[in-house]
């Protein structure tokens, strides 16, 4: 039975991919779990495994190509099957399994209904050599989560460990696999930018067409700065005791590498805590009260654009947990290897440029989150205490809100709340 190769939704937004680049070629031999195609979406570059084995019989969709969510890339059959249907219906309603409203880890699917593998899984099989039975998206993803492959039960055929058995052991320890990551190398200083010698020649100007990410992200703005009523609120907060907090816990664990950013961070989690409306959401007809606290944090990508990883249950995280799980997140952002599920769902979120020496900024609302929050910079400056003037460490956080959900006086008691926690921060022990 053919198996097509389908463009998959990546994400709630997306509504067209790319395909970048195609890791197999139109002969070759595809088992299940192969990944055959790298595609960009609106969030992230990502790989497509095969359902089914057989032959790459027919690619549709050269590289570079921007095509809908459900459209036809690829056909995979026996060699002598007639597939003539199926690439002449290229562009056509997908088939009753519908493919393209699946999750990004069903894009490719057989044409016919198939058995799913079960949800538990056996010990992975070894190959001829001692080698484990493993797709390559299924190995890389296990590298960068600090997994060892040989270790996680495969459900796939034979045994062989798949994507889902990978995530589904990253989900079972999710401290250890944060834990066991290297943490990312520091980009060097930039050298200041020297005059130019004489005057550039060429043309006016270059253009660059949009791609995925840049696309939604001048989408959502729009229907997020056009139809939500924002308002802003804007709190001073000393830091003196976080930067204490900061500097016991760095040495103490010298390798957590504490930053002000996980604190406010653990900070937020537990002011949503006690002011729940503020971890809300306009429905149109309604207000969804969100019952967990998902705190997502606007991470700029290496290629340019806007992603906002997701950490889940912060409220019941530890301060460490946070860091940890952060600064994984945060890395695999930059690259655009972040899972689906680790960019959606978040209920507030959080963004910090004062690591660039912005003392103060609004941002834009993430919707149909309620409020978002803008970190400036931690800066020493005079601050007046019991009537004498001293050096202080000062942050100014700027809380965004959508009025249809928030109100000021409920904005600014979540921010009196979040101000008291930071400047005592003993609170984040409980």
């Known amino acids: 039975m053919a198996v097509k190769v389908m463009m998959p939704k990546g994400s709630d937004t997306m509504t067209e991919g790319k395909v970048l680049k195609w890791l197999k070629k139109e002969g070759d031999t595809?088992?299940?779990?192969?990944?055959?195609?790298?595609?960009?979406?609106?969030?992230?570059?990502?790989?497509?495994?095969?359902?089914?084995?057989?032959?790459?019989?027919?690619?549709?969709?050269?590289?570079?190509?921007?095509?809908?969510?459900?459209e036809l890339l690829a056909v995979i059959g026996k060699p002598d099957e007639d597939i003539a249907a199926l690439v002449k219906g290229n562009g056509a309603a997908p088939s009753a399994a519908h493919p393209a409203a699946a999750p990004a880890q069903a894009a490719?699917?057989?044409?016919?209904?198939?058995?799913?593998?079960?949800?538990?899984?056996?010990?992975?099989?070894?190959?001829?050599?001692?080698?484990?039975?493993?797709?390559?998206?299924?190995?890389?993803?296990?590298?960068?989560?600090?997994?060892?492959?040989?270790?996680?039960?495969?459900?796939?055929?034979?045994?062989?460990?798949?994507?889902?058995?990978v995530e589904r052991t990253a989900a079972q320890a999710p401290a250890a696999r944060v834990a066991a990551r290297p943490a990312p190398s520091r980009a060097p200083v930039p050298l200041l930018p020297r005059r130019p010698t004489a005057a550039p020649t060429g043309p006016e100007f270059s253009e660059e067409p949009l791609n995925s990410m840049r696309k939604i992200i001048a989408t959502r703005l729009v229907q997020s700065k056009a139809p939500v009523p924002h308002f802003y609120l804007t709190?001073?907060?000393n830091m003196q005791r976080g930067k204490e907090l900061r500097e016991s816990a760095n040495l103490l664990n010298p390798e957590l590498?504490?930053?002000?950013?996980?604190?406010?961070?653990?900070?937020?989690?537990?002011?949503?805590?006690?002011?729940?409306?503020?971890?809300?959401?306009?429905?149109?007809?309604?207000?969804?009260?969100?019952?967990?606290?998902?705190?997502?944090?606007?991470?700029?990508?290496?290629?340019?654009?806007?992603?906002?990883?997701?950490?889940?249950?912060?409220?019941?995280?530890?301060?460490?947990?946070?860091?940890?799980?952060?600064?994984?997140?945060?890395?695999?952002?930059?690259?655009?290897?972040?899972?689906?599920?680790?960019?959606?769902?978040?209920?507030?979120?959080?963004?910090?440029?004062?690591?660039?020496?912005?003392?103060e900024?609004?941002?834009?609302?993430?919707?149909?989150?309620?409020?978002?929050?803008?970190?400036?910079a931690v800066a020493e400056k005079?601050?007046?205490?019991?009537?004498?003037?001293?050096?202080?460490?000062?942050?100014?956080?700027?809380l965004s809100c959508d009025h249809r959900v928030i109100d000021g006086a409920t904005g600014a008691k979540f921010l009196q709340t979040l101000k008291q926690i930071l400047e005592n921060p003993v609170y984040l022990a409980f």
């Open 382 to 398: 005079a601050v007046v205490v019991d009537g004498r003037v001293q050096a202080g460490l000062i942050c100014r956080l700027t």
């Open 361 to 376: 900024f609004a941002a834009v609302i993430n919707p149909p989150e309620g409020a978002i929050l803008a970190v400036g």
């Open 30 to 70: 595809i088992s299940s779990g192969d990944t055959v195609v790298e595609i960009e979406t609106d969030k992230v570059d990502m790989e497509v495994e095969a359902m089914g084995g057989g032959i790459l019989r027919k690619i549709l969709v050269e590289p570079g190509k921007v095509v809908p969510v459900g």
């Open 108 to 165: 490719i699917a057989p044409a016919a209904p198939s058995v799913a593998p079960a949800t538990g899984g056996s010990a992975p099989v070894p190959a001829p050599g001692g080698r484990v039975l493993a797709s390559p998206l299924a190995k890389r993803m296990a590298k960068d989560m600090g997994l060892e492959i040989a270790e996680i039960p495969g459900s796939g055929p034979n045994g062989r460990v798949i994507r889902q058995d």
């Open 235 to 237: 709190i001073e907060v």
């Open 257 to 359: 590498k504490l930053s002000y950013n996980d604190i406010i961070m653990k900070a937020c989690a537990a002011a949503l805590r006690q002011h729940p409306e503020v971890n809300s959401s306009f429905q149109g007809e309604s207000i969804r009260h969100h019952n967990r606290v998902h705190l997502g944090m606007a991470v700029a990508t290496d290629g340019g654009g806007l992603i906002t990883p997701v950490v889940r249950n912060a409220d019941t995280k530890t301060l460490e947990e946070i860091s940890l799980e952060s600064k994984e997140l945060a890395a695999r952002a930059r690259t655009r290897k972040l899972l689906p599920d680790e960019y959606a769902g978040s209920t507030f979120s959080i963004s910090n440029l004062g690591m660039m020496g912005i003392e």
